[in-house]
């Protein structure tokens, strides 16, 4: 079983930086592939980043590229997203998510947990 918590979202004006966390509970965190989501209103939720368990590969949507930075400390069990660059169309409701599953890691439908999520509003 793992359990995710993020933390770290708020209210920022656009151009600013804000840094996501998210804590895992589990003893095979490293084996996992760890991915953020989010969801705005109205909207499905969408793949941001994700990061394999050796922290070799990391992945990212072409709308945050350049700005976003995903990482992860297997010794704190815990995964970050550094926020850079901040738009007014990056407010969402940001989620970690965490699978050991095969399948495409942009995809919601292969992630096995999820967090409950923190909001991230950027103002214009």
């Known amino acids: 079983q793992v359990q995710l918590v993020e933390s770290g979202g708020g209210l920022v004006q656009a151009g600013g930086s804000l840094r996501l966390s998210c804590a895992v509970s589990?003893?095979?965190?490293?084996?996992?592939?760890m991915g953020w989501f989010r969801q705005a209103p109205g909207k499905e939720r969408e793949f941001v980043a994700a990061i394999t368990w050796s922290g070799g590969s990391t992945y990212y949507a072409d709308s945050v590229k350049d700005r976003f930075t995903i990482s992860r400390d297997n010794a704190k069990i815990a995964l970050y997203l550094q926020m850079n660059s901040l738009k007014p169309e990056d407010t969402a409701v940001y989620y970690c998510?965490?699978?050991?599953?095969?399948?495409?890691?942009?995809?919601?439908?292969?992630?096995?947990?999820w967090g409950q999520g923190t909001q991230v509003t950027v103002s214009s």
């Open positions: 998510a965490a699978k050991n599953l095969a399948g495409d890691l942009t995809r919601t439908a292969v992630y096995n947990y």
């Open positions: 589990g003893r095979t965190f490293s084996s996992y592939t």
